[in-house]
């Protein structure tokens, strides 16, 4: 019977404790991607001559940005001449927002799982505007990056480092009684993360001048938070590791073609299918057609039993992503229907505590034909544009009946004998 | 025709604008304080054999933290003789929670209304536990009062100074989007409030460790904003003025024995009631029956538009005042049916964004039999001890009854030529 592991599943999710203990160049975290010129990307893997717009547009401007080309034209040869590799982010416990895309000079937030002990990165958000990780180019985006690298991150890395540790579980609580969803709206999170920081901040012996940029930098910036969530949830979701048996979803991602989902079951398998359009609010001057299809990775909130799973706790986030709040509860309300169970510690205020619905179980989803709603940004199709508005789209119901079949082909007992424990399920009984 | 008069009197207090223009010992801004030894103390006017125990207690511990006593016993006679003055809050355009008393070296904020060009006052918030404004007294409170008098209100003073002006109707509008509503919950407002000061509290010539002890205190502590909510509620509640004919409440405040009120159309005369019982959560080891009658001047949030009138918008409050967040909803949507209109800046996301109910006609309420609902603290009766609780409680009938008679005796012709416009007033035909 799946439920016995869907159980075990569900509790190794719910009780990470992700605590943000350090912010790094990625390099240093991750030596491939200095070493053999290496970029990381949102989502399933995929090969370059399927890079959508934004992502495409995002690796050029990286490669530009770490100066192994002088123009965003030749960064695009260098890509289809292989002299750069991409490999998904999740291959290496990193998640990123939109493209997802990491170069080693960016620097990085590393989050521990203290439950688990896994350690789960995420680059630092850029601002809001036209910005890399929407496919962006231009100074005004090698700017934006320039500051995180020269200001950001080394004031950000001494007044971590000081604090002994940010409990970002903690933070997210509170946020959902401050009416974010920890996907999409961050104005409690960010503020609770400068209160937090803060005291170990004025030790720093910077020039006021920084760290007042770099305070402004946090309260005022939108998606601040929005990398620290999901290095959060990546690390929560990560401890789920390979649990066969398990039919709980412990990936979901997207590289803006493709849609892909990994299951506790299959292990590293990936499931895809197409990403879909984003029915959302676009800015003025865009349509809902100039969008590219659902992209990121930040449906890992989603995975966690955040962002659109939570938005009954965020009513306010109507006016950002469209709908009603009584739209939003009602959608909150429908994925209870093909999850394990309530969240223990993610509760909604409005629904009277209530956990969120958490540990999306694909046989439910392909059972009832309801598919997880996401909360997500939209980036313009073309690459070097960005950001064009935001809304909800759904995961397509293939990427999950495909895994049940995988499932169901294989015994469990088989599948026990034959695949490999992820180190996150050490002391778990089998 | 009284509608009239009341669709002004609701559009001079809903286009208040708040702005925090300095902190500054109170005996600087009213001198009668330190000139003739007053007090000031919530409510209507009282003599000092009829105070309940809290505002008792508040008084004699200013009276030793001014030094004007010994003992808080020489205090109590000092008050009982007649050697210090006591007098409303609300006579001197000040508004203090709880026992509302404010002594000359106590530091108050000063908040102008914008578009009335009036002034309101309010002192800088102790702390949680054991504090003054709950009637406790000792070393511990001495202490608090100390922190604030030397290390928060200089700090404050400067940064504000510097900002060149906080707009606090700003900070409250994004803090009902963050579950707020601004009288028992503030978890959004201080940190909007604290990341808008900050970068001007980086300018600040003080020692770091000052500035960090007071970011700590202001993020840290629940109750920093309420002060800040009491005086631009004051502000903007003052611009209703005296308007001859209206029927809306411009001031609702209690002392702790008498629940007292003052309408638009009968100027400054207090109609005055019994105080209230409170019901609502504990703390450990004390019931609603140790709970001293309903006090302070903090149902100037309610007078409003926010308070109870915005529960609606904060469900998380249920678990510190008691109730669901279905009940708090139902109340919120009560006190439509007693107000003039929808406020046309605070409003509440989970309600499709509709503005509060503001504007309390006395009229209505003598008519429905609905009296306005309060979000309060609870003190424990006796002098001494301070806060043991919060809950929510209702404004006497009595009170709204009384003025109704008075409006009605009155013709509004001879009301308009007896009655003198309060300055606030200026500029509004007759």
Redesign the interface.
Known sequence: MPERENERCFRELCSGKPILYGVRPAGEVLAILSESRTLLHAGPPITVDRLCGPVRGALECAIVYEKWAKSYEAAGQMLERGEVRIEPTHHHHFVGPVAGVVSPSMWVFCVKNENDENWAYSPLNEGMGRALRFGAQGEDVLKKLGFLGQVVGPVLAEAVQRSGGINLKRIMQ?AL???DECHNRH??AR??F???L??HS??VPHP?TA??EV??FI??HYYFFVNLSMAACKAMTDAMGTIPGSSLVTVMARNGTDFGIRVAGTGDRWFTAPCQRIEGVCFTGYTNADGNPDLGDSSVTETAGLGAFAMAAA??I??YIGG???DLTRQTLEMYQITEGEHPDFRI?????RGTPTGIDIRKVASTGITPIINTSISHKQAGIGQIGAGRTRAPLSCFQEPVAALDEVGSGELRTTFNYSPSCRGVAS
Chains 1, 2 share one sequence.
């Open positions: 509170k009684e401050m009416g104005e409690g503020l609770l400068l209160a937090e803060l005291p004025l030790n006021s760290l007042r305070c402004k309260a005022g009513p306010a109507s006016k009603t709040p009584a205020p409005a629904l009277d505590y």
